[in-house]
């Protein structure tokens, strides 16, 4: 009998054999036929199993092996660097890459680096090219090298390192002498490179190479300002006289805002070698803001990587050539009393491989104080308690990183501080003050911090940390509006039971929650842990089912509303990027809360860059100039206060009275301010004059604005969206920077925290409503002030959107102790913002 037998290992562990019967068996006696014929089939069965169960696996796996290989692609390993020759003279033809010079040069460095990765047979085995792309003076070349791996040896790719490859390299330039194929090399480079920025200097196709002189000139992105295409790789050689640097700003920039996809990265080298980048950078900068950088030597490489299908306009970029001198020269003598000192080229980055030193001298008998007022050293990978990159020294630390508040005082009449800038990556550098001090009296009328700063007397003990190190607020006796933490500090009531430990030992929050098995509900009552998500609402509004899964019948205060009238139970489900309603209604009307610049802090600065806040707006009455803030929530829709228009004046509720200013910073400044009337003013009915209860305006414009990176609408709350005490927000406005003061020419800003409404509502003796809430100023003496009122304070939430959650409303003067500002609470007159406008 002939039999073919299949075996497999089956997940029964066993073997099945099929036989397959010969032409003189499969004829039947009549008697047989029918068992026969049932055998055949059931024979037949078995077969169609087995094969299905070989297919499953066997044939299966190796189909899903072919699979995922080709999903797999093949990796490209790019190193760059230069390397310095011996017994070559510089001719100004090697800048040429059709010359015959740079040719000749090149393709023997070319066959040399190939030759040298021979020392390593792994190198050797994957090595595909090597491309010289210029040369410099010294005589330096600059080049890049590739290595293909295929989909099947990708496992090897971590044993590619810059050691390995300089390892190599440096054994075949030793003992090495200049012939008719070779040139000496006296030393060399290897860094990891973005393949994307590995560019053939013949390439036809946005390839440029600049000269830089002392008149200004410029360049752009390709299709700038219509939109740079998808996968651009675009480079630009910069050179410039041997005795200048190039210095390069960005008037215009706006790329695409994830660094993965597209980016402008600058070396100071013609390689785009990461040991010689000074920064990279995506996103999109306001004017107040340019991207400003300068090279250590005559030579800077710019790329524009683009990946993104989502177009943005690129940018618009200036270079000229400056002299060495300029960038090289700092540090010195200070011995004036007081004066100022900055990084170089400061506030533009500071050029790389730079160092400096200062020595501040002042009188025998007294101390020198330094305060920085501001200080952004920022590097990739750089550990700030260590600092061994970039750094200012003083007494023996080193600084670094963004340094939120640095005041250092001497312990004699001398003090050094010394700059440190490597070859890698730049930063805005410093700006910092300095004063001559007698320590007998270091601080005329005012508190000596330890930290050698002077602040008021009325900032000692108030449970803010003026000095920085917290010394104002060592010894103090608790006043009666305080509250005394357990560790001796003095803290305001307003902050107790916040959700914050403010006073560092936890003891403010300490008496604020239920028993261990207990539920806290949002009102405050205490009730059993098993009411929680038990498909009932316990609490009065509804917060132990907020959050439940389990409970997608139930409503609550807590609960959002969607469109199809379906209850959403999670905190702040609106515009969290997941869609959780089954008309992804919660996830409608979402572009807003966005500001389009990139900005940076300033230290203790609260004046508000331009485009930070792009929601925010000015209202002017007649001839007065500002006397009202707002808010954009449409295109035609302004969100502010009733006690704005509500007035013993008729003249205030007239809407041709008013106009508004958008996207303005400056009171004086109008460039790119878009100026609209006002239409029709909606006041809430059941506004209070007396009370300030639903203190909420709407205001229609007379025509609709353009939205641009300056003018943006902020995000409205859904009545559910929760705000919790101890929360970090921001208001805004161009109100007095004092009681009885002049109102500000430049928008202020200024951090508050959320106040627990029981708090809030002693300290305001009972005259708060649910329509309100009550906020604490972190920043010390600073307040919402007259002229302030109707603008917004707004949060930022994790989702990465900013939500209005209060307007200013009112407040016992300005900055006054224990009497925080009051905001009319947006969540609970949503509702009504809704019905009145569709918004």
Known sequence: ???????????????ERIDFLTSKEKVPSKRKTGILIGVLVALLVVAAVAAFLVWLFVFKDAD?????????????????????????????NLEDTESNQFKDLAAKLEANLGENYKNDPFLAKYYTKSVITAFSEGVIAYYWSQFDIPVKDLEIVPEFSEERVLDSLEKGIEGQRSTSDRVEISEITASFTDPRMARNPTALECFHRLEAEEK????????????????????????????????????????????????????????????????????????????????????????????????????????????KTKVKTCGGVLSQGSGVFTSPLHPSFYPPAV???????????????????????????????????DYVEVMGTKYCGEVSSLALTSDTNVLDVTFHSDESYTDKGFS?????????????NKFACNSGICIAMELKCDGWNDCGDMSDEMKCQCLADQFACDNGLCKPKLWVCDHVNDCGDG??????????????????????????????????????EASCKTSPGICSDFSFKCKNSECVNKVNAECDRISDCSDNSDEDACSCGTRPYKLNRIVGGQNAELGEWPWQVSLHFQTYGHVCGASIISERWLLSASHCFVTSSPANSIASNWLTYSGMQDQYKQEDVQRRQVKRIISHPDYNQMTYDYDIALLELSEPLQFTNTIQPICLPSSSHVFPAGMSCWVTGWGALREGGQKAQLLQKASVKIINDTVCNTVTEGQVTSRMLCSGFLAGGVDACQGDSGGPLVCFEESGKWFQAGIVSWGEGCARRNKPGVYTRVTKLREWIQKEIGI
Not at 1 to 15: F, I, P, V
Not at 376 to 383: A, L, Q, S
Request: net charge negative.
């Open 1 to 15: 009998m002939h039999s073919a037998r299949y075996e497999y290992d089956g997940r029964n562990g066993h073997h």
């Open 64 to 92: 899903s092996e072919a699979t995922v290989s080709k999903q797999l692609s093949p990796s490209s390993q790019v190193f760059s660097g230069h390397m310095k020759l011996v017994g070559v003279q510089y001719d100004q």
């Open 216 to 323: 200004e000139n410029t360049f752009m992105s390709p299709g700038y300002p219509t939109g740079y295409p998808a996968r651009s790789r675009c480079q630009w050689q910069i050179r410039a006289s041997e005795d200048n640097v190039i210095f390069v700003t960005f008037p215009f920039f706006h790329i695409e805002d994830d660094c993965s996809d597209d980016f402008v990265s600058i070396f100071d080298s013609l390689s785009p070698d990461d040991s010689q980048a000074i920064t990279e950078k995506c996103g999109q900068r306001p004017p107040s803001n340019p991207l400003e950088v300068a090279s250590s030597g005559n030579i800077m490489l710019i790329n524009l990587i683009a990946d993104s299908h989502v177009q943005r306009p690129g940018f618009e970029a200036t270079y000229k050539a400056i002299p």
């Open 355 to 389: 160092d400096c030193k200062w020595t501040i001298k002042v009188p025998a008998g007294k101390k020198v104080r330094v305060k920085f007022t501001m200080f952004r050293m920022k590097e990739p990978g750089v550990d700030i308690r260590v600092c061994h990159k």
């Open 432 to 444: 910092a003050e300095y004063n001559a001090y007698d320590p007998s009296d270091p601080c005329p």
């Open 507 to 544: 003891s403010d929050e300490k008496k604020c929650s239920c028993e261990k098995n207990d539920w806290r509900c949002g009102d405050g009552l205490c009730l059993p842990q098993d009411v929680v998500c038990d498909k009932k609402i316990d609490c009065a509004d509804g917060s132990d």
